[in-house]
């Protein structure tokens, strides 16, 4: 059976490709029907890469509303190893890398975010590049809840913007929350192993 003969309400159209975005890694629509992506440039560079040396967060907009992307800007660039974004209540983005997860606002409305608030810290000599943080998402009470990987099952502590820390290593794969603003960390399960998405 095809997905069209289940529901042919559904239906799959190309809204923006190469080169515009290049390994698109995670994606979220905002209120404005922007559709808001990681474009990742740092998860095992190969040598000789020729991209941005950075991550980046790319916004696509369909202006004159024919179904396809016509405005494409860059609302954050710098980061490494970025696995996840989700959209907060208030309109920040909420951004997981390999080592941290942090809030992206932009302030005065031009597109780019100015202000980045840090939420949560990985302390970890392990490295390898999709078993550390990622897979954000909210809950509507307050909460932002994120995944960290088997991490190689090497010791780590997480930090929240409070200063809680919680350690481990070797317990396998784990989700977390804290509120929004990074307080309040706590262990939600374990027993994982790399859950990328939540």
């Keep these: 059976m095809r997905w069209g003969q289940f529901n042919e309400r559904i239906v799959i159209e190309l809204f923006a490709e190469a080169p515009e975005i290049v390994t698109p890694i995670g994606l979220v629509v905002d209120r404005q029907g922007r559709v808001i992506v990681v474009e990742s440039h740092t998860h095992f560079r190969p040598e000789g890469y020729e991209g941005p040396a950075a991550d980046r ?79 954000l998402t909210l809950d509507g009470f307050g909460n932002v809840y994120f995944a960290l990987g088997e991490n190689l099952g090497v010791p780590y502590e997480l930090v929240g913007s409070d200063g809680t820390t919680l350690g481990g290593g070797g317990e396998g794969g784990s989700i977390f929350r804290c509120r929004t603003d990074g307080t309040e960390l706590e262990r939600f399960a374990t027993g994982f192993w790399n859950t990328f998405s939540l």
Excluded: C, W
Aim: glycine share 12%.
């Design 57 to 135: 967060i790319r916004v696509f907009e369909d202006t004159n509303g024919d179904g396809k992307a016509d405005q494409v800007s860059t609302f954050f660039e710098g980061s490494e190893q970025t696995m996840s974004i989700a959209l907060a209540d208030d309109g920040g983005l909420f951004v997981a890398t390999r080592r941290e997860v942090f809030l992206l606002h932009d302030d005065d409305g031009d597109g780019v975010a100015e202000r980045q608030t840090p939420i949560a810290k990985l302390l970890t000599e392990g490295n390898y590049p999709h078993n550390g943080l990622s897979g």
